[in-house]
């Protein structure tokens, strides 16, 4: 599966931003889905993941803000960012898994196919 991620940029602390990812394929259904970032002072972390049985999971700083979401007749994958704040700002990657538990979702060694990230910059 080809993935695109898309619909970053700037917003204002306490601000919201979605951003999707656009998945190619008949069998979108079947994957898991996933949530990363990157900024230059990180290493990619763990954001948010949604199982294929529609069960998700989210990283401590981000939880109660941010929602992954999907729609497969859209083959997308969405991720609703609330009250957004300025260490929020990274890059951000969709990644799709083909198999595993959700706990297994947390680690980037699970999937299979990244997206080329979308920035996300928060401003103070």
């Known amino acids: 599966v080809q993935l695109q991620a898309s619909g970053g940029g700037y917003v204002r602390a306490g601000g919201s931003l979605t951003i999707s990812c656009a998945a190619s394929?008949?069998?979108?259904?079947?994957?898991?889905m996933g949530w990363f970032r990157q900024s230059p002072e990180k290493e990619r972390e763990f954001v948010a993941a949604?199982?294929?049985?529609?069960?998700?999971a989210y990283a401590d700083s981000v939880k109660g803000r941010f929602t992954v979401s999907r729609d497969n007749a859209k083959n997308t994958v969405y991720l609703h960012m609330n009250s957004l704040k300025p260490e929020d700002t990274a890059v951000y990657f969709c990644?799709?898994?083909?198999?595993?538990?959700?706990?297994?979702?947390?680690?980037?060694?699970?999937?299979?196919?990244w997206g080329q990230g979308t920035q996300v910059t928060v401003s103070s």
């Open positions: 990644a799709a898994s083909s198999r595993g538990i959700l706990s297994s979702l947390r680690n980037s060694d699970a999937y299979d196919n």
């Open positions: 394929g008949r069998t979108f259904s079947s994957y898991n």
């Open positions: 949604r199982h294929r049985s529609g069960g998700t």
